[in-house]
Structures are given as structure tokens and as C-alpha cells.
């Protein structure tokens, strides 16, 4: 065998060695650029469920602060009507009278221990 023909030989096998090479480079940066890409879409998706279990967290919490001052601004308001409608009765029941005065406030005492039983 000639020496350009061992050459030629060497040339052509480092060509296929190169090209082998860059082919399993280029397979193996195409792999590592895949998997990236995958890692951020999970990340991704994974911040999205905690957002919306966070915005969920957030809806609840406030539709339950809503409600107990929706309860309590019934409470106080029954409690304003009660208050009205006592001083009314004691007005027109007592009238100056102090029998009927500590009869009449005995019996408030029991009434609004019994209502804030049941509003308890």
C-alpha cells in the first residue's frame, strides 16, 4: 500500500471519527435540550396549580370574613331592634313605678341571658 493511499485511509477514518463524534454531540445536546425542556414545563404547570391553589386559599378565606361580618352585622342589628323594642315596653309597662321597675329588669336580665344563648 502506497503512502498516499495510507493517507487517504487515515484522512477518510478521522472524517468518519469526526462525524461520528458530532453526531453523538449533537444527540446528546439535542437529549439535554429535550430534558430542559421538559423540567420547565413541569415547573411551569407546577406553578400554575399553586397559583390557583393559592387564589382558591385566598376566594375561601375571604367568602368566610364576608360571612361572619355579614353575621354580625345581623347580630347587631337584631340587637338594636331588641334594645328598641325593650326600652318601648319598659316605658309603657313601668311608668315611674319601682315594683314593676326591678320586676321588669329581672325579667330583661332572663330574656337576654335566653337570647344570648341562642345567638351564641
Do not use: C, P, Y
Not at 429535550?34 to 423540567?39: I, L, Q
Not at 309603657?92 to 335566653?114: C, S, T
Request: aromatic fraction near 2%.
Amino acid at each position: 500500500m502506497s503512502t498516499q493511499a495510507l493517507l487517504d485511509k487515515i484522512g477518510t477514518a478521522s472524517k468518519e471519527s469526526v462525524s461520528t463524534i458530532e453526531s453523538e454531540a449533537k444527540a446528546q445536546v439535542k437529549a439535554i435540550n429535550d430534558s430542559v425542556t421538559a423540567e420547565v414545563a413541569k415547573i411551569a404547570s407546577d406553578a400554575i396549580v399553586a397559583s390557583e391553589k393559592a387564589a382558591a386559599a385566598v376566594e375561601r378565606a375571604t367568602l368566610a370574613k364576608a360571612r361572619q361580618s355579614g353575621k354580625l352585622l345581623v347580630q347587631t342589628e337584631k340587637r338594636a331592634a331588641f334594645d328598641d323594642i325593650m326600652a318601648a315596653a319598659e316605658k309603657a309597662i313601668v311608668n315611674g313605678d319601682a315594683e314593676k321597675a326591678q320586676k321588669w329588669a329581672d325579667k330583661r336580665a332572663d330574656l337576654e341571658m335566653h337570647l344570648s344563648k341562642q345567638l351564641g
